[in-house]
């Protein structure tokens, strides 16, 4: 036996050293991974709520909006709201309303703008439909804008370029290149 072990020590070593790694595993894998409590979630990134529904009203301005989000991550004084797989609803007193989806996006109230970004499709109540990349939609000029390529289809027409702006109080839209026009044939007669 002892011959055995002055030949095989290294094997020997191998094992016991095999079986500790193995046991210790085997511990680590049984204990408990302890959630954060809400303050400390709250202390460090603001509050993260899973599979909301949020609603911003502000009667001045006329406007609505509705945010339903897989994840919504509010700063801790709620001034700065990001979000992920989204669709947001936004709703004019006096002008139809738009529903657009996308993959993320955020809310600054300092600065009045909502970021959107990741396969936007936008869906107006009067018929006409928006896709693009990007979107920033500045809520206090009332201005919409993108340098990502656009697509807008309308009941009678589509519309496709690169870049955009949008005035929301003049009711000006703008594609600044590579703009091409379909008209369709059956509203010319």
């Given amino acids: 036996m002892k011959n055995f072990f ?25 204990e408990v991974v302890q959630e954060p409590r809400m303050e400390d ?39 700065f709201i990001t979000f992920h797989n989204f669709q947001l609803r936004l709703k004019p007193k006096k002008k139809p309303g738009f529903k657009l989806n996308g993959e993320k996006g955020n809310f600054s109230e300092h600065s009045g703008d909502i970021n ?23 809520e206090k000029h009332g201005h919409v804008s993108t340098d990502k390529p656009v697509k807008i289809v309308g009941p009678f027409f589509s519309v496709e370029g690169k870049g955009l702006f949008v005035d929301l109080k003049k009711e000006t839209l703008k594609i600044f290149s590579d703009v091409t026009t379909t008209v369709k044939k059956e509203t010319l007669i």
């Fill in 6 to 30: 002055k030949r095989h020590w290294p094997l020997v070593g191998l094992g016991i050293l095999l079986a500790l790694v193995a046991i210790n595993l085997i511990k680590s894998s049984k």
């Fill in 41 to 79: 979630a709250v202390s460090k990134e603001g509050l993260i709520l899973k599979d909301i529904h949020y609603t911003h009203d502000d009667p001045d301005k006329g406007l609505k909006w509705i945010l339903d989000a897989k994840e919504v991550n509010f700063s801790e004084d709620k001034s």
């Fill in 116 to 138: 959107l970004w990741g396969n936007l499709e936008g869906f107006s109540e009067n018929g006409y439909k928006i896709f693009t990349e990007h979107i920033l939609i500045n």
